[in-house]
């Protein structure tokens, strides 16, 4: 079949009020064709003066269809012969990255080269809308300065020496930030620090793991909680640690356990989170703090303490962390700036001695260049201005009416399947449920409603303890009530 056989002005619709041009049109329509077999390899093209007059349209919008074709690949052209079919066209077929599934078939399984870090999910929770989100504890973005970060950002952004500036900064974060976090640090939890000792990462998590990663080795020792932040317990572990869990209770981390497990031998680290623990809420009680102060010189014992939301106190004044307290080097601080502002913006920080912050910006290097400077600075500015420390004072008034608010109507709601204590602090009421209560069943009756409710597994450490953390602080009243009804409607 020649080409002046084929009916183009059939197999290639031209639309002329269309906005894509019509040389374009005649371009795409042909790649169609080819795509479709219907123009094999090697096809040679109707000479533009003929395609013209078929398509009834100008010849120069033929030639520039031709070119278009060449420049893409799927026509080459033979000088003087023609246009033909390109005998390799640039099409490519998506590959999965699916392992394929060769049950039942002879032929041997391609090794696993990857680890396993978790379980696939189950499927017995679908994926759905919901309306409304039972956290574990996080801020409500919608009464955060947002829009003043987005001020100052763009206000930066249009700055062009001071953003080139900011890019040669490096991986310590903004020099603004951790002078701004030096100072309100100081003033707030009373650490002598200077900006050299103050590390910005992106989110505490971020913090925690390079902390962790200054220290601890495969075969190196943990000591945890025995209800613990999971995250950070996964994380030891995929650092090759091992876990040696300590009781929790009312006065926070058996401190007796570690000093015992210190006589026998140093473990290479303790994570603790004194002030509202995660996840129970509970504050190291005073006396047990200033053993916990005397072993950690005594015995050597590097720490990471971790208190992502020590602003959010509401009874009396928030004990002060370990790390303002003589510790010799031993204790890393870490806080967070998500729990001010909200989850989304993902900025944490770890404080050492100098040449460990120094270090340590230099194995954040390996896992993350650098922040966003641009971001980092933005935030800088709240606290240059005073927004941020305004809009701490305003959240915790805020977060404590809502708390008292949450903690009635889950009263009201579950008293007599869940018992509680109302938290001092934090953002979350940690919530024990009656041993053969089923809070997955919970959590999907809730989900018809549009709510979602962990299921509990993320909090199940022990089978005694049937326990979830359920976040108030990012729900105002309407959504509080909602929540309540809906807890009586599905238990």
């Not at 371009?27 to 219907?38: E, F, P, S, T, V």
């Not at 391609?110 to 696939?120: D, G, S």
């Not at 303490?305 to 890393?332: K, M, Q, R, T």
């Not at 701490?392 to 009635?408: A, G, P, T």
Request: aromatic share 8%; charged share 20%; hydrophobic share 40%.
């Amino acid at each position: 079949m020649t080409a002046q056989t084929l009916p183009f002005s059939t197999l290639i619709p031209i639309d002329r009020k269309s906005p894509t041009p019509v040389f374009r049109q005649l371009a795409n329509g042909l790649i169609d064709l080819i795509r479709k077999g219907q123009l094999k390899t090697g096809y040679q093209l109707p000479a533009s003066r003929d395609m013209a007059s078929m398509l009834k349209v100008n010849r120069a919008t033929i030639v520039a269809a031709y070119e278009e074709l060449q420049a893409q690949g799927w026509v080459e052209s033979v000088k003087r012969k023609g246009n033909f079919v390109s005998k390799y066209l640039p099409i490519s077929s998506p590959k999965s990255f699916q392992t394929p599934d060769l049950s039942g078939v002879p032929a041997r399984q391609p090794n696993k080269f990857y680890r396993t870090i978790a379980a696939p999910p189950s499927g017995t929770r679908k994926l759905m809308a919901h309306q409304m989100m039972i956290n574990d504890g996080y801020p409500d973005a919608r009464i955060a300065p947002l829009d003043l970060i987005i001020d100052r950002y763009r206000f930066l952004s249009k700055r062009v020496n001071t953003y080139n500036k900011l890019l040669s900064e490096g991986s310590l974060g903004s020099n603004s930030l951790r002078t701004e976090l030096a100072l309100f640090l100081s003033k707030t939890r009373a650490l002598d620090i200077a900006p050299e000792q103050v590390l910005v990462t992106h989110g505490a998590q971020l913090a925690i793991s390079i902390a962790a990663g200054m220290i601890l080795q495969p075969g190196s020792s943990v000591i945890v909680g025995d209800m613990n932040y999971v995250l950070a317990d996964r994380l030891f572990e995929q650092l090759g640690a091992r876990l040696i869990k300590v009781k929790v209770d009312q006065d926070g981390i058996d401190v007796e356990a570690i000093e015992n497990i210190c006589k026998q031998a140093r473990p290479s680290l303790l994570y603790i989170i004194p002030h509202h623990h995660h996840p129970t809420t509970v504050t190291l009680s005073a006396e047990r703090r200033v053993k916990l102060l005397d072993i950690i010189q005594r015995y050597q014992l590097p720490v990471i303490e971790d208190d992502y939301d020590y602003d959010f106190h509401y009874e009396n004044a928030p004990i002060l962390p370990l790390a303002s307290a003589e510790h010799n080097g031993y204790v890393l601080y870490i806080g967070s700036i998500s729990k001010t502002l909200a989850p989304t913006i993902r900025l944490g920080y770890l404080i050492g001695g100098q040449d460990f912050v120094w270090q340590a910006s230099k194995l954040k290097q390996v896992l993350d260049i650098r922040g966003d400077v641009l971001f980092e600075e933005s935030v800088a500015h709240l606290f240059t201005t005073g927004d941020m420390q305004r809009h701490l004072r305003r959240s915790v008034k805020v977060y404590k009416k809502r708390r008292d608010q949450f903690c009635e109507l889950l009263q009201s709601s579950l008293g007599d399947v869940a018992k509680f204590i109302v938290p001092n602090g934090g953002m979350a009421v940690w919530t024990l449920f009656d041993p053969g209560y089923s809070i997955p069943k919970l959590a999907e009756r809730l989900a018809t409603n549009g709510i979602y409710l962990n299921d509990g597994s993320l909090h199940k450490y022990k089978d005694d303890v049937n326990g979830i953390r359920l976040g108030f602080a990012s729900l105002n009243t309407n959504e509080m009530q909602t929540f309540a009804h809906s807890l009586k409607k599905s238990r």
